[in-house]
């Protein structure tokens, strides 16, 4: 009983503290002007909706958020569209080197963004890539593959062969058995590597600086960093803004949750 | 329905030899077990007949056609594995369906193939459950039904029964010889287990060490198994197998291992026997008798150690240092510690000489 009273108040620090941040920038983005600048601090807003409407329409927000969406999604859809081939691959197939190839990758995702920095800006200007959506979608699709075949690899190592073989023998070439075998039980996978990769380019900020110059567009981390001007920060539209840039992300990792449920492939063999 | 021949068939992995040039006549109709301990190489030809993995050298026939060349969907062939293999997103009626449906096989034959192995399965309740819905021994019933409503040319099974329970595997295995009998299709079975090969096939092949041993008839291989490996394999407790030479001289033979000198009538013997050979000499527990027969040795033994299965007793007898085992029926007197007469009937012996089985020309078997 007493540990368990200690784990719940460990768990209950640990999220309090992760959250308190948060929770100060719901409460301010609330407030009025007075209320964020008044000593001692006022902690519960008069409920002043004046900083979503800035945020929303002084300074474009919309925009970043739908730019955000088209990358981060494409991101997303274009990395699951070649990690999942390529690490059922790695996982299956016998490939001279094949522990060599997940090696470089894993070296490849360790790369200092400072260090790739002025290559990819060169080659995205050869391309014209730069200013475009697609031009920072590249170099994102590029840093999360790495991971999201890793993810991958070890989730279509631990299904049963013996479902590989059945399919086999059934009909399936290695397509439709990827398809229509693998692919359903590798669901708890691909939703982890999905948000992963989806947190990562919705919340990248400095390969979107650099390359996405013109405010149509900028994405959200890019967009909210330029609230900020000459002489003033504009703490109230920060918080709104944050707070809009954030919901999305907890809906879809809410709403991917019940697909990361283990024990999916539970009947496939004894056990 | 159809037949199977393999020539050749030799399969190996790097420098690991698994099977050495396998030749094989599965007639139409037959359930062929193959036998073996484990790591003999017998899933790993089931899997060549299979098409899933491929031979080194050698051909696979069915219905005499060669069809090396063929993946396993083309082969017409359907396996049930060890491990079930059912697809787990799936229901059992779609588990059922999917090999048809990938041979874009019409919904309406689909269905009244999938009513037809239900019922023949008793799975009709089961239909839209999920495999891990499923106890084992229904798992195993379902990768059967994913076979049959393929109506294959040829079965294959692979060791099906090994993760059931004792009690379940006795009636799977009942229940298999009777849906066996009722298809009448062609069936290839692998296991390590010689009560399943006993009862289920009409044909054991034999595997060691990825040669064939012995392919025959179960009672067959019963009654004169080809080496000494088969006779101790073959049979629980096993034959007792006793290594020695093989002396003649002055018309007589004389067979000794350590402390056991048999006299062995010639007409047991080949009409020269090998001077001083190695031979093998065995007898299964059961063919021991403790009375008195003619046409018998009889040695002096005692008894060590006495196990009651209920029904049998098995005595465990030294002769000399030489140590086997008895079957005999039930009895009441005390006998453990006892010497015992043992007789060893001559038409119940079993000679090996250069690890091949010999038989005299005119012997019954």
């Known amino acids: ?271 | 329905m159809a037949e199977l021949e393999l020539c050749n068939i030799s399969k190996s992995f790097r420098d690991l030899t698994v099977l050495r040039d396998i030749s094989l006549q599965v007639p139409n109709g037959s359930f062929t077990i193959l036998l073996g301990p484990s790591g003999c190489g017998k899933s790993t030809l089931l899997r060549i007949i299979a098409g899933l993995d491929t031979q080194t050298t050698g051909q696979v026939l069915i219905d005499g056609n060669e069809v090396d060349h063929l993946p396993p969907a083309a082969r017409d062939i359907a396996m049930v594995f060890q491990q079930y293999a059912l697809y787990p997103h799936l229901s059992v009626r779609e588990n059922l369906a999917f090999a048809l449906k990938m041979r874009r096989v019409a919904r309406h034959v689909i269905d009244d193939r999938i009513a037809e192995a239900a019922q023949l399965l008793e799975i009709q309740p089961l239909l839209d459950r999920k495999p891990k819905d499923l106890s084992g021994g229904q798992r195993q019933r379902v990768a059967m039904g994913r076979a049959i409503v393929r109506k294959p040319k040829l079965f294959l099974f692979d060791e099906p029964l090994s993760n059931l329970d004792a009690q379940l595997r006795t009636s799977m295995r009942i229940e298999l010889k009777k849906l066996q009998q009722r298809l009448q299709a062609t069936m290839i079975y692998v296991t390590h287990d010689q009560v399943e090969a006993m009862t289920l096939g009409d044909r054991i092949v034999v595997i060691e060490s990825g040669r064939i041993r012995q392919a025959d008839e179960p009672q067959r291989t019963y009654a004169a198994p080809a080496d000494p490996f088969v006779a101790s394999f073959i049979g629980t407790p096993p034959m007792n197998l006793w290594e020695g030479t093989l002396t003649t001289g002055d018309g007589e033979s004389v067979f000794r291992s350590h402390d056991l000198i048999l006299p062995l009538p010639a007409t047991l013997l080949p009409p020269h026997p090998p001077q001083k050979s190695r031979v093998t000499l065995g007898i299964r527990p059961e063919d021991i008798a403790l009375q008195e027969k003619p046409g018998a040795i009889q040695v002096e033994g005692l008894v060590e150690l006495v196990e009651d299965l209920g029904a049998d007793l098995l005595l465990h007898c030294r002769v000399g240092d030489l140590r086997m085992v008895v079957r005999t029926a039930r009895q009441g007197d005390r006998i453990q510690d006892q010497p015992m007469r043992l007789f060893f009937p001559f038409d119940k012996l079993h000679l090996f000489i250069e690890n091949r089985r010999y038989d005299p020309p005119n012997a019954p078997t």
């Open chain 1, 1 to 271: 009983m007493k540990r368990r009273i200690l784990l719940a108040g460990g768990i209950l620090a640990t999220v309090g503290l992760s959250l308190l941040p948060f929770l100060w920038f719901v409460l301010t983005s609330f407030k009025s002007q007075t209320e964020i600048e008044a000593v001692p601090p006022t902690w519960w807003p008069s409920g002043s909706l004046e900083f979503y409407r800035a945020a929303l329409f002084d300074h474009h927000l919309f925009d970043y958020v739908l730019n955000s969406v088209v990358v981060a999604g494409s991101t997303t859809l274009l990395a699951l569209l070649f990690a999942i081939p390529a690490a059922y691959a790695l996982a299956r197939l016998t490939i001279p080197g094949k522990r060599g190839i997940l090696a470089v990758l894993l070296c490849v995702s360790m790369f200092p963004q400072m260090a790739i920095a002025g290559p990819v800006w060169r080659l995205l200007d050869t391309v014209g890539g730069l200013n475009h959506r697609w031009g920072v979608v590249l170099p994102y699709v590029a840093l999360t593959l790495p991971l999201a075949i890793w993810i991958l690899a070890s989730f279509f190592k631990e299904l049963p062969p013996e479902l590989e073989d059945a399919a086999r023998v059934d009909g399936c070439g290695p397509w439709t058995t990827l398809f229509r075998v693998m692919l359903p039980l590798a669901t708890p996978g691909i939703f982890t590597a999905a948000i992963l990769i989806l947190i990562y380019a919705w919340n990248e900020f400095f390969f979107a600086l650099l390359i996405l110059t013109q405010p149509e567009q900028q994405t959200l981390p890019v967009g909210i960093a330029l609230f900020q001007g000459e002489f003033t920060m504009p703490w109230g539209e920060l918080a709104a803004a944050s707070v809009v840039a954030t919901l999305p992300l907890i809906v879809v990792v809410l709403l991917c949750q019940r697909w990361i449920v283990s024990g999916l492939s539970a009947g496939a063999v004894k056990g």
